[in-house]
């Protein structure tokens, strides 16, 4: 971080700060230290645990990103919010605050936003600067506010690393020291991962990585160059131009005319990389031995406790960022979720068992960023909700619907099942209503159900069941529940639990509605319905401010049941002025692959008029509600 660069702040981070309504509170700034520009993208709360809190955030964040500094909201005035550069901090909590976290964080920049929420964008922003004996200098810089965060598929290269690293330990249960002997081996697996025995492979590609540039090695002639087998980049070459030496195929990896020239800003999946750690003299990283090895022995028995850290570990890396550079930041990734398993490790112990941590990357409500959470593998969810409650504290986020759950993780392109898998969301492309009108659509993500899936053939019963599996799938997806997509058997087995139906019923071709829609998402998944009747297809039209205030607060599918067929409404395009209005439907009735263009262009998720209802049929809406809950 330089002070002669720009610095730019997300309209997000000023709008989340002015929504927490706090008289005084301080929070962190997270964004990226590019080498032309700094760019605060995101902000978290900070406790009275400042350093703990610090560390926890890092390790939370995508390899690219970083703790950049501080904002701080303050009804009474500090030495740190005036305007000038010559100050006294010996009595300023602020500024002894940014003194901690410089420290523990050993950085030598640090930023300071003073938020005034009277005149948010001209709030003063100041860098301080550590300067050689431990002095700090304070300067007032310039900032500009710039849109969200913007796409981060556009600006950056996404690099994804998955490995799975052994953590092994003496267990000694009288002893009082096992924190202590977990944090020496972590800290050896850190020192490991960021020393020259650690190599970065892009996967197919003939490239390799390493913080110190030692593969890098130039390639004296031509004839030599060809002959070798891994290949070397230029040193002036950034990570829009690694691209070039990934060989695969190009349809699926990137996104663009094939007129256009390749970029690494177009990708659709994360560029993967693999990791590789010689073997000889791994015990010291710092030096390799200058004479013949030797063997030492000693006899001891114990206890020995192997853990396996499973690092799945992504990495945000600017277009303009040199290639050089990669290395060190791949490291830094993989470092911070080896101290993210050693916490879930330690927290999570019971006697002399250990929980295995696992990564879940989840990317944050109405944004583009992602942040890693760890786990333990073995533990349920309803035992994971305090440390959610933190996260959403942490990330300045309500306390009213699950963002941080394990059915929350975000699902990357390149981990999309086969073709013949369900359909996520696909009525994204049609959101383009006249000029007049106002959507309001489902919320979040949902996958599409249909006759004839799952080697079942329902065809011209099922259409109901399906609909109430793309709404099961919804909750499911928005981690509201972790029970999977119900068969059509199951459902007809919880209706006869319930004494709604009698035990013939199970195995039937007998199809069901709205009333009995409701009545398996309460008891299979707990969410509540709302009904509502309409007394002719002819009427629905009259609905459109009901079904837009259900899509702006509510936000879940609406299974429609009439006359023998069912339908699932994912949105409406009403005009309040006019009248005027669509019904965006899923059809549940189409018997095809899983061919999105297909089912777009013959309408099997579309659009559809007031007349697509039949207007002598009874309608009943199943509107299922939004629990509160984390």
Request: a negative charge.
């Amino acid at each position: 971080m330089a002070a002669v660069k720009d610095i730019f702040v997300s309209r997000n981070v000023l709008e989340t700060i002015r929504r927490l309504d706090e008289e005084n509170g301080l929070g962190l700034l997270i964004g990226e230290d590019s080498i032309d520009f700094i760019k605060v993208w995101k902000c978290t709360r900070l406790s009275e645990r400042v350093q703990e809190d610090a560390m926890k955030t890092c390790q939370l964040l995508p390899g690219g990103l970083t703790v950049l500094g501080l904002y701080s909201v303050s009804a009474v005035p500090t030495a740190s919010s005036a305007t000038g550069n010559d100050y006294d901090d010996s009595n300023d909590p602020v500024s002894s605050v940014i003194s901690v976290l410089m420290n523990f964080l050993k950085v030598k920049y640090f930023l300071l936003l003073n938020y005034d929420d009277t005149n948010p964008h001209s709030s003063p922003m100041f860098l301080y600067t550590c300067l050689a004996g431990g002095d700090v200098k304070r300067t007032k810089s310039e900032w500009t506010a710039v849109a969200e965060e913007g796409n981060l598929k556009d600006e950056h290269v996404r690099f994804r690393l998955k490995t799975q690293l052994p953590l092994s330990f003496k267990y000694d249960p009288k002893s009082d020291k096992l924190i202590k002997i977990i944090r020496t081996e972590v800290e050896h697996l850190c020192q490991v991962v960021g020393s020259p025995l650690t190599v970065f492979h892009i996967n197919d590609s003939k490239l390799l990585l390493s913080p110190d540039s030692m593969t890098n090695n130039e390639v004296e002639d031509e004839e030599n160059a060809e002959q070798q087998y891994w290949k070397s980049y230029e040193t002036n070459e950034m990570c829009r131009d690694i691209v070039k030496y990934i060989e695969t195929d190009e349809e699926n990896f990137i996104s663009m005319p094939k007129s256009k020239k390749k970029n690494a800003g177009s990708l659709n999946r994360s560029i993967s990389v693999s990791m590789y750690t010689s073997t000889f003299c791994n015990t010291d990283p710092k030096r390799t031995p200058s004479c013949a090895p030797l063997i030492h022995q000693e006899m001891e028995e114990f206890l020995q406790v192997s853990v396996p850290l499973k690092i799945d570990a992504i990495a945000y890396v600017s277009l303009n960022c040199p290639i050089s550079k990669v290395a060190t930041i791949l490291a830094t990734t993989v470092c911070r979720q080896i101290l993210a398993a050693e916490l879930c490790i330690t927290e999570n112990r019971q006697g002399s068992t250990f929980s295995i941590p696992q990564t879940y990357h989840i990317q944050l409500p109405q944004s583009t960023f992602i942040v890693s959470v760890t786990y333990p593998e073995d533990v349920e969810e309803n035992t994971l909700e305090y440390q959610r409650k933190c996260l959403h504290q942490l990330f300045c986020l309500p306390l009213t619907k699950p963002c941080f759950r394990k059915t929350n993780a975000y699902i990357f392109p390149e981990d999309v099942a086969p073709r013949n898998s369900y359909l996520i969301n696909p009525h994204v492309s049609l959101l383009s209503a006249a000029k007049s009108a106002t959507q309001h659509v489902v919320q979040g993500r949902y996958s599409y159900h249909h006759y004839m899936q799952d080697n079942c053939d329902d065809n011209k019963w099922g259409c109901a069941y399906r609909s109430l599996q793309t709404l099961i799938s919804w909750f499911r997806l928005q981690g509201y529940t972790s029970v999977p997509v119900p068969t059509h058997r199951q459902i007809q087995q919880a209706l006869v639990d319930i004494g709604d139906k009698q035990p013939p019923f199970v195995g039937s071709r007998q199809w069901i509605g709205s009333l009995e829609v409701s009545f398996c998402l309460e008891h299979l998944i707990g969410v509540q319905s709302r009904i509502m009747n309409v007394s002719s297809g002819a009427e629905m039209s009259n609905y459109g401010r009901e079904l837009s205030m259900h899509f702006d607060s509510v936000g879940t599918p609406i299974m429609i049941g009439g006359g023998v067929l069912a339908h699932t409404i994912i949105g409406v395009d009403y005009n309040e002025v006019t009248g005027n209005m669509k019904f965006l439907i899923l059809d549940p009735h189409y018997t095809g692959e899983e061919d999105l263009q297909y089912i777009l262009n013959k309408g099997w998720c579309g659009w559809k008029g007031p007349n697509f209802w039949d207007k002598n049929a009874h309608y009943n809406l199943c509107m299922p509600q939004r629990p509160k809950v984390i």
